[in-house]
């Protein structure tokens, strides 16, 4: 099994100088929930820099444009998938945006990770 995460935000190095200017100037309005938990406004979050890098889960980590490139598929951003025989949804945008710091998303990918063996 292997979780793709989605950022709802695109590639590029203009688009992670918008993304930063939104997160100083208007962070209750930034749009991608998943950032705001794996990401600071600078870089990403030490907590969950260690899970992720002491994690046997095969992670993949997408801007949407690049998700939407390699799977030929869109969903409603930002989206936790699950690739196995098919791929997935797995935590939703919805369900992302209930989460309210980065220990309640470890949680949840160990939940899953639980479920999946």
């Not at 095969?58 to 791929?87: A, N, R, T």
Request: include cysteine.
């Amino acid at each position: 099994m292997k979780l793709i995460f989605v950022y709802n935000a695109n590639s590029g190095m203009i688009n992670v100088i918008k993304d930063i200017g939104h997160k100083l100037m208007s962070p209750q309005t930034y749009d991608c929930f998943l950032c705001s938990l794996t990401h600071g406004t600078f870089r990403e979050d030490q907590k969950w820099k260690s899970f992720r890098e002491s994690s046997s889960i095969d992670m993949e980590f997408l801007h949407l444009d690049e998700f939407e490139k390699k799977y030929g598929m869109k969903h409603s951003y930002p989206v936790i998938l699950k690739q196995s025989s098919q791929v997935e949804v797995v935590l939703s945008r919805e369900q992302l945006g209930h989460l309210t710091s980065v220990d309640d998303l470890i949680l949840a990918i160990k939940s899953l990770s639980i479920k999946a063996n």
